[in-house]
Nanobody
């Protein structure tokens, strides 16, 4: 049984910074990738950033140059450094971890409970 626990969310002023953390527990195997998704009222869930076990990163166009994702594979922990935050970044951020099966297209996803990020004056 896998559990993902997020922390670091909160209220910040525009232009400020936050650092999110997600720690995975309850699994003896490593994940192929971990990342962050977010959901804001009126929008569908979107990928913010992801990183594979080998360090390959992916970012949403809207956060390029502002957010940085990193991972500690030994601890199964992923971080999201968020700089130059703006009100459009306000959302619930969810940690994601996934593993790939042997068969092509087989994937298993795990999700955290979410942490609220609010950017407001």
């Amino acid at each position: 049984q896998v559990q993902l626990v997020e922390s670091g969310g909160g209220l910040v002023q525009p232009g400020g910074s936050l650092r999110l953390s997600c720690a995975a527990s309850g699994s003896s195997s490593s994940f192929n990738g971990m990342g962050w998704y977010r959901r804001d009222p009126g929008k569908q869930r979107e990928l913010v950033a992801s990183i594979t076990s080998r360090g390959t990163t992916t970012y949403a166009d809207s956060v390029l140059g502002r957010f940085t994702i990193s991972r500690d594979n030994a601890k199964n922990t992923v971080y999201l450094q968020m700089n130059s935050l703006n009100p459009e970044d306000t959302a619930v951020y969810y940690c994601n971890a996934y593993s790939l099966g042997i068969r092509l297209g087989e994937r298993r996803d795990y999700w955290g409970q979410g942490t609220q990020v609010t950017v407001s004056s």
